[in-house]
């Protein structure tokens, strides 16, 4: 049993081909998903997702790749955490690569995820993209330790992610780790200790080897977990049931639904 510990169903690409992507997971044993949120105007669908199967579950949250959108106070966002099929509150974090100029109110957007996310008890969902350094930083600054949570497609050094650990988080690694190229991503993922590595499609996006380049989907998670037992020296249904453990462990309350 397989868990995608970070998609996006609700985007356009995907949710019109729902029923689909729903049979692909279970032929390929993906017990569940998590569908990440973006933006506030998007939420609605996000959580509608979650409402409609029980399989799937929602977070909240406001990439920082947005600008000049609905921006959430802490107290809006801790009352859609409150909701329960919703477990983590993200995508959040830095990202210096879209918005080169290291914007004050990226920072700031963040920090007030990392304070909703304590004052309500629910992980975290990190994006970072040529910031680790600051986004270890208000990680640490904020006290993120205090509730955790996911460094979402993992691919900085194994320096950064051992700081990640240190505070607590897990590192989930996405298609990107079955790239040739990927040399770094490949090192840390088999390095991290087992009990902290989350498995992830974030489809649409980065669809792994052989669909590099295509369209991906949650049922796709399988060729992600595979390579990383492939790079342990593992058997693929011991990581397989490594990562799923793992995710239960971060969010206790999808256990009772994916693996009764």
């Keep these: 049993m397989l868990v995608d510990s970070h998609c996006h169903l609700d985007f ?11 049979e692909t997971m279970q032929q390929n044993g ?11 105007e998007d939420f609605p669908g996000v959580l509608a997702l979650a409402e409609q199967h029980p399989h799937l579950f929602a977070s909240v949250g406001l990439h920082p790749e947005y600008a000049d959108v609905d921006e959430p106070d802490q107290a809006r966002l801790e009352a859609l955490a409150a909701h329960p099929k919703v477990i ?32 309500a008890g629910k992980p975290l969902v990190i994006h970072t993209r040529d910031s680790a350094e ?12 205090a509730v955790g949570g ?25 298609g990107i780790v079955t790239f040739k190229n ?5 090192e840390v993922a088999s390095k991290a200790p087992l009990d902290r590595i989350l498995v992830e499609t974030d489809a649409p996006y980065l669809a792994p080897a052989p669909y590099r380049g295509k369209l991906n989907q949650p049922g796709y998670v399988r060729f992600v977990a595979e390579e990383i037992a492939r790079l342990r020296g593992m ?16 969010f206790p309350q999808t256990r009772e639904v994916l693996a009764p």
């Design 182 to 186: 990927a040399t770094q991503v490949k």
């Design 88 to 119: 983590a509150i993200g995508e959040t974090g830095l990202d210096y690569y879209w918005h080169k100029d290291k914007p004050e109110w990226q920072r700031q957007r963040f920090r007030t995820h990392i304070r909703a996310a304590r004052a």
């Design 150 to 174: 996911i460094m979402h497609c993992f691919t900085e050094s194994w320096e950064i992610a051992r700081r990640a650990l240190d505070l607590g988080f897990y590192l989930s690694f996405s």
């Design 134 to 145: 600051d986004t270890l930083r208000l990680l640490e600054e904020e006290g993120a330790a």
């Design 235 to 250: 058997e693929f249904p011991d990581l397989a049931v490594a990562t799923s453990n793992n995710f239960f462990t971060l």
């Design 30 to 40: 993906v017990a569940g998903a998590l569908c990440i949120g973006v933006n506030m």
């Design 12 to 22: 356009p690409d995907l949710v019109g081909q729902l029923p689909q992507l729903l």
